[in-house]
């Protein structure tokens, strides 16, 4: 999978801002990518401290631009371009203060068009990476959420899971129904899912498969099918379903007789985070997957959130990750 995107890459070059300059583990992925010649990187934080951080770890970051907010030279233009895109939410003087941290000004970067995307999260929480990007970034045309999924490896095997990190749950409101949000993040997991070479086929998970429960969260799933299919006529999709009737085609093509789905799924939607969340954790530590994500979607700019417990070779990959969105 990585050998494929890092060639798209090096034939497409783009530009990664990270936010979190000095961190040895931001360092190290910034090493080989330069070395690698497979992004080119922006580098957050004050310069000599980017610089002497990388030399204790003997990380060669020459090729890297080295970004000081205090010191950025069109300072004045990045302030008046958020002021008006926050449209009377923070004052002049909030946004000049905002800018001064990484998160907020690594996303203004891409905003501005002089980055392709951006990766942070090593320090900061999900929280500070990802409200930048929806107060700046925004959300793509006709999205109404920003969702996430993991890509999962074993092998040669690729599974998709979402949403497992961003989104509690999926309650009705005035602009959107829990079916309709549910059924985008669906959409938007097998468009990521393509990214990865995975020819999805869409479960939508309950505990339930087709009709054998009662429950708000069997019709939720149940209803996402219907109105993910509006959303993308080409899409194979189906549900509800429990989790065999998915991946065994013994149980999925008892209960769901042709489906094209249920027993060959390699796409999962689950109701609401926790299911997501410990679902991937379980394929993770008792299936033998790595996990890759959580992959953010539905912005208009490839933005994503590190675990503050990754290491330089997650920080590396999911880079990788990050530039083949754009």
């Known amino acids: 999978m990585f050998d494929a995107l890092i060639a798209q890459l090096q034939a497409q070059p783009r530009t990664i801002v990270f936010t979190e300059g000095p961190d040895p583990r931001i360092l190290e992925a910034a090493d080989r990518l330069l070395k690698d010649d497979i992004l080119k990187v922006i580098m957050i934080g004050n310069v000599e401290e980017v610089k002497a951080a990388a030399a204790k770890g003997n990380f060669n970051i020459d090729k890297a631009e080295i970004i000081d907010p205090a010191e950025y030279p069109e300072m ?59 107060q700046l970034v925004k959300t793509k045309p006709g999205a109404s959420l920003v969702s996430s999924c993991f890509i999962m490896v074993r092998g040669d095997e690729k599974i998709a899971m979402g949403d497992c990190a961003i989104n509690i749950d999926y309650p009705d409101d005035a602009r959107s129904t829990g079916a309709r949000k549910l059924a985008e993040v669906a959409v938007e997991t097998a468009k990521t899912a393509k990214i990865f070479g995975i020819d999805p086929k869409v479960a939508v998970l309950s505990f339930s498969t087709n009709g054998s429960g009662k429950g708000a969260t069997v019709k939720l799933s149940h209803d996402a099918v219907a109105e993910a299919r509006a959303m993308d006529p080409e899409l194979l999709i189906d549900g509800e379903m429990q989790f065999d009737a998915a991946v065994a085609p013994e149980v999925g093509q008892l209960k769901f007789k042709g489906s094209p789905v249920a027993g060959y799924a390699n796409t999962f939607i689950f109701p609401c985070i926790e299911a997501g969340n410990i679902g991937y954790k379980i394929a993770q530590r008792l299936g033998g997957y790595e996990a890759y994500g959580p992959i953010l979607q539905g912005l208009n700019a490839p933005i994503n959130d590190l675990s503050r417990g990754c290491n330089a070779d997650e920080v590396y990959k999911m880079a990788i990750i990050t530039a083949a969105l754009s």
């Open 76 to 134: 004045d233009a990045l302030v008046e371009q958020m002021v008006a895109l926050r449209k009377g939410k923070m004052t002049e003087e909030a946004v000049r203060e905002a800018l001064l941290k990484g998160n907020y000004f690594g996303t203004m970067l891409v905003k501005a068009g002089k980055a392709d995307c951006l990766l942070g999260g090593a320090t900061y929480s999900t929280a500070d990476t990802v409200r930048p990007a929806l």
